[in-house]
């Protein structure tokens, strides 16, 4: 099964524990998203099926550059090899990549709508790097991340979500950096969520994973990534598919009668 990418664009910066990077100046909700140029044209229509079938089970990734695949072929980013691992296994999960890249919460909150009107059985939440770049106010953020989780969880009461926890240089401050540490794991108390506690976990400190722009990991550092990822996501995975009786369909995009998924209802 081929995973869906939904958003993609031009290198911008993302979190990573180096010194030194920034990016910009903040951002509120009101700011305009940045364009960007999609890897594949796609509707959330078009993009639920595949010769006239819908898929089964959807999971959302909506992030940065790094579920973007800034600066790697995309099918080396971390969301395509999750598709990988879940098509030797037989699962009939499909990967929806909404990375993009110098996205932040604000502009994720602004496209949760759009996304939304494909049903979504897990959210992978990878956002909130570039605001601390920013130097957005934390709890700014966590009120946008929030936003996110809470529309979600009004038009799929049943979502799984999952947050991919991020991390600040040290050379923002303290102060600043253990706020803004705390929101992930707040956030996930307080929403029942999973947990990635850091994302870049052994990638964002080890140079050679690194692309030449010292932001983006290479594919080498993709491929650990998604190996973080799955670690949390596989269990998740596991429990939606025992409730829709899909762990062990093909790994098609075919809908079947032993297969069912419940598309939800206009919100």
Not at 85 to 113: H, P, Q, Y
Not at 119 to 124: A, G, H, I, R
Not at 252 to 258: H, L
Request: net charge negative.
């Amino acid at each position: 099964m081929k995973h869906v990418t939904l958003n993609s664009g031009l290198l911008l910066c993302v979190l990573l524990c180096l010194g030194g990077i920034g990016c910009g100046s903040g951002e509120s909700t009101s700011d305009t998203a940045p364009e960007a140029a999609p890897h594949e044209t796609v509707t959330p229509d078009s993009a639920a099926s595949a010769g006239g079938a819908p898929a089964r089970a959807t999971v959302l990734i909506l992030g940065n550059s790094l579920a973007a695949g800034a600066g790697v072929d995309p099918q080396e980013a971390f969301p395509a090899r999750l598709q990988e691992k879940v098509d030797a296994l037989g699962w009939s999960f499909e990967i929806v990549n909404a990375g993009l890249s110098g996205e932040t919460s604000a502009g994720g909150l602004r496209r949760i709508d759009w996304l939304l009107q494909r049903p979504v059985d897990v959210l992978v939440l990878e956002l909130g790097g570039n605001d601390g770049l920013r130097g957005i106010e934390p709890e700014v953020t966590k009120q946008n991340l929030q936003a996110i989780i809470d529309k979600t969880r009004a038009r799929y009461p049943d979502v799984r979500i999952v947050l991919a926890g991020m991390q600040m240089p040290p050379n923002l401050g303290p102060d600043y950096t253990a706020r803004f540490r705390a929101i992930y794991p707040e956030l996930a108390a307080e929403n029942d969520a999973t947990l990635i506690p850091f994302l870049l976990e052994g990638v964002g400190d080890v140079p050679e994973l690194m692309q030449a722009d010292g932001i983006h990991p290479t594919a080498e550092g993709h491929a650990i990534v998604a190996e973080t990822v799955w670690t949390y996501l596989r269990p998740v995975l596991e429990e939606v598919g025992a409730e829709k009786g899909c762990l062990d369909a093909p790994a098609t995009t075919d809908a079947s009668d032993d297969c069912e998924i419940d598309w939800g209802t206009d919100a």
